[in-house]
């Protein structure tokens, strides 16, 4: 009991001599450059450093603008993720060639072909529909003559597919096609007898079948071994020739017609489609389209062929140019005919293959 009196008295002794020897965090002598709160630290002044060491990095909280470059392209505005592909190109590939004082020889001539896409394509899981409208025509003016149509072509293609799962590429599939042309066909120099027209021919495709498609969607194989081709001849005057297959008038001994050609074929076939884009080196790509038909009824072995090859070659953002092939045969459409002297025709001509090749510069523009 004493004991602890004694020690709660030594303890009372000490506490104020502690508090009378205790020192200032300040050392005497110097300036007082802090501030204190409480037990926190406020510096008023940083000390600049002289001497830095080699291997640090400094930055300079100065934002300069006199370096800053422009946008090259306009900013695009967010738009809300769709699973449907738009694709429109309009373009015009141009060729010229000029003479004067020429030696050699030479016409001048200027040729001009306009082309235009269009695509809406969907995808989402089982499903994918493709559509595409395309348009085609060109002209050829040269010195010394008129002007004369180099191509002319109107294409709308529809495909609806689906399949079971995810994983697979192949689709249960349904296509529809039509195509046809804008304005009349001569075979020059002769301009009054037309031998097409719009509308004569008009195809149309109508069949269900399996798609292959892959997953980036630039390649497409359609196999339909039910489906409906009708050929249109709408102008009377090709339809009573028989023109493109079509059932042709009946003449008497006269040559007068005794009952019309009939304005529509029919026919049931099997028909394998493919599509192909690919880029087979730096700014060139490839488009590959090819349609093989044969029909049940009538003339089956024989394969009704149209095939495109075209290569696009990009210069800048506008300036393209182009190398394309175009194949056709059809055995409904016949060449050479022979007539008598008295007009009858002796001889309908037999099929051939049609080839059309296109070299250009031009303009396009994707919008």
Do not use: C
Request: aromatic share 14%; proline share 3%; net charge positive.
């Amino acid at each position: 009991m004493q004991y602890n009196v004694f020690l709660k008295l030594l303890l009372f002794l000490l506490i104020p001599l502690q508090w009378m020897n205790a020192q200032d965090t300040i050392p005497p002598g110097q300036a007082v450059d802090t501030t204190v709160i409480d037990t926190v630290v406020i510096r008023k002044e940083q000390f600049k450093v002289k001497n830095i060491r080699r291997g640090v990095n400094l930055t300079s909280p100065f934002i300069s603008f006199k370096q800053t470059k422009p946008l090259t392209q306009n900013l695009k505005k967010f738009r809300i993720p769709s699973f449907w592909e738009r694709i429109n190109k309009i373009g015009i590939n141009l060729s010229e060639v000029a003479f004067v004082n020429w030696n050699a020889g030479g016409n001048n001539a200027v040729s001009a072909l306009g082309t235009a896409r269009f695509a809406r394509n969907y995808k989402f899981r089982y499903i994918q529909w493709d559509n595409e409208l395309q348009f085609r025509y060109g002209i050829n003016a040269q010195e010394g003559r008129k002007i004369r149509k180099t191509d002319d072509a109107i294409r709308l293609t529809s495909t609806f597919g689906y399949r079971r799962d995810t994983i697979s590429n192949w689709y249960y599939s349904a296509k529809a096609s039509f195509n046809t042309q804008f304005s009349n066909g001569f075979k020059y120099p002769d301009r009054t007898t037309p031998i097409s027209r719009f509308m004569a021919p008009g195809y149309s495709f109508l069949g269900a079948g399996a798609s292959y498609i892959s997953k980036n969607q630039k390649f497409n194989l359609y196999i339909s071994p039910i489906t409906q081709k009708s050929t249109f001849v709408l102008d009377q005057d090709l339809a009573d020739k028989g023109a493109f297959g079509v059932q042709k008038a009946v003449l008497d001994a006269d040559g007068t017609i005794i009952q019309e050609g009939e304005n529509i074929f029919l026919e049931f076939g099997f028909l394998i489609t493919n599509n192909w884009e690919t880029e087979v080196a730096k700014n060139t790509n490839m488009r590959h389209r090819l349609s093989l038909y044969t029909d049940y009824l009538s003339s089956f072995g024989n394969v009704d062929v149209d095939w495109e090859l075209n290569f696009d070659l990009k210069v800048n953002k506008y300036i393209n140019a182009s190398i394309g092939t175009h194949i056709i045969y059809d055995d409904d459409i016949l060449f050479d005919e022979q007539k008598n002297e008295n007009g009858v025709v002796t001889d309908p001509g037999e099929p051939r293959i049609q080839f059309k090749q296109l070299l250009g510069v031009g303009i396009a523009y994707d919008f």
